[in-house]
């Protein structure tokens, strides 16, 4: 017997070990495609105190922390309520962008391991290939993975607010069952309260479902008549008013204008809808079906044994459909806006592959092909994103030296647009020729010259 329980003691070490070998990978690999990511779109306008949608005569680069707060206020009034995304935007921006790249690459790994979490709920049990599949899935199901994870900006707005919306839905999954002694409920109701608002603050459609999902577990808990603790509601309350504290910003109501709401343009905002889940879904939604398809033939006469779990994935499910529905009041629909949703289906998938058991070789088999699928794609990757990052570097070298000769309406030789969706430069704002276009400002603005326009296509 005591030989049996070190053997389990040394696998278990094993596996934590192994863990940490997958993590480490996944962070090496994220910070060397971070590292040849340059600066893109909105990150230089972002390195400055915020004003204006355009460079003025009183532009001023950020001088330090405590300018924020005053810079998001302007960005509140002006453009939107993202203030939480973009005050962590402008935070890095003083810093040199090794700094993003690492913290970057950081939560990239964090993510992955919440979504574990959100999976097992026995923080005891190691399963390193499932958290691996987790990765692999997050590569390939995030939609335009270049810009809601590789882009300064995008990345604050998208990865780095799912992260935080699983973490606040964590306490959700697991302590509502746990009885606090009076004080510390207080002080974790007290603690939940900024942490809930700073998830409903996210963005427009996941700080909705963020709340959704966190009143959806309370719910369950009312409907099977146990104890809702007093932090639990004080987080549904906080998430509610930072949602509303995001959408009620002046900015929203004057960068987006009067748009009169009529059932010509709903109908086609739902095709639009239709159309991007249908791209994005399609085949989360078939492994999701196979693997359901699968629960239902093993477990026919134990489905009470998994009710935890079923009922985990109806309300995942709801919240991550509504996420992506929600959009149709929005003025603006993008692929990216799907991530949420992608994450939650990825944890409904994993709920129902913890209910089924696979073979040694099956599980090794499977992982070794996401592996291969993974090293090709990574390799593609890494191969855009490096060629780019050189052909950026020219750029700028070009605006330097003919700045240092005195020229101050540079010209500049424009980079390749890249063709791989993982590179941040694909879809995000590029130098024109039309030197007044606001990225073409931003850039003149940030190298300190008159205009900046690039090399016609005819005459290099």
């Keep these: 017997m005591k030989t049996k329980s070190i053997s389990a003691k040394s696998k278990q070490e094993n596996r934590k070990l192994l863990i940490l070998f997958a993590a480490a990978a996944v962070f090496l690999l994220m910070f060397i495609l971070n590292t040849f990511t340059p600066y893109t779109s909105d990150d230089y306008s972002y390195h400055f105190f915020y004003e204006s949608t355009l460079p003025t005569e009183t532009t001023r680069l950020l001088s330090g922390i405590g300018d924020i707060p005053a810079s998001m206020a302007n960005h509140y009034n002006i453009w939107g309520g993202r203030v939480v995304a973009h005050s962590i935007v402008q935070f890095f921006m003083l810093f040199d962008k090794w700094v993003f790249n690492l913290f970057n690459s950081i939560i990239f790994v964090v993510c992955g391991i919440l979504i574990y979490f959100h999976i097992e709920k026995d923080f005891k049990k190691h399963s390193p290939l499932r958290l691996m599949v987790i990765y692999f899935a997050m590569w390939f199901l995030i939609p335009q993975f270049g810009i809601s994870v590789m882009w300064v900006s995008g990345a604050c707005n998208y990865i ?53 999902t966190a009143a959806m577990f309370v719910g369950l808990n009312i409907i099977r008549k146990k104890r809702v603790p007093l932090w639990s509601i004080a987080g549904i309350i906080s998430a509610g008013a930072g949602l509303i504290f995001l959408i009620a910003a002046p900015g929203n109501a004057e960068r987006g204008g009067k748009i009169k709401i009529t059932a010509e343009l709903l109908l ?12 994005l879904m399609w085949l989360p939604l078939l492994c999701l079906a196979v693997l359901i398809a699968l629960f239902c033939v093993s477990n026919k006469e134990n489905f009470k044994q998994y009710k935890d779990e079923l009922s985990a994935s109806l309300i995942f499910f709801l919240c991550g459909a509504a996420n992506i529905i929600v959009l149709a009041a929005t003025s603006s629909i993008y692929r990216r806006s799907w991530l949420l949703s992608i994450f939650y289906i990825i944890i409904i998938c994993g709920l129902f592959m913890k209910t089924l058991t696979f073979s040694k070789s099956a599980k090794y088999v499977g992982v070794c092909a996401f592996a291969a699928a993974f090293i090709l794609s990574y390799a593609s990757t890494a191969r855009s994103t490096v060629t780019t990052y050189y052909e950026v570097q020219t750029e700028i070298k070009q605006i330097q030296q003919q700045k240092a000769i005195g020229i101050q309406d540079v010209t500049v030789t424009p980079h390749e647009r890249p063709s791989n969706e993982h590179n941040a430069l694909y879809g995000t704002a590029n130098l024109t020729s039309d030197r007044e276009q606001w990225f073409n400002l931003w850039i003149a603005e940030y190298y300190g010259v008159r205009s900046v326009g690039i090399t016609p296509p005819d005459s290099e």
């Excluded at 746990?178 to 109701?189: D, N, R």
């Excluded at 086609?268 to 791209?279: A, C, N, Q, V, W």
Aim: glycine share 10%.
């Design 160 to 212: 780095w607010m799912a992260t935080l919306i699983l973490a606040f839905l964590l306490p959700y999954r697991y302590c509502l069952e746990k009885k606090l002694s009076p004080l510390v409920g207080i002080l974790s109701a007290a603690a939940i309260i900024p942490f809930g608002f700073i998830s409903g603050c996210t963005n427009e459609n996941a700080g909705g479902a963020a709340a959704l």
């Design 268 to 279: 086609s905002r739902f095709d639009t809808i239709g159309g991007y889940t249908e791209k």
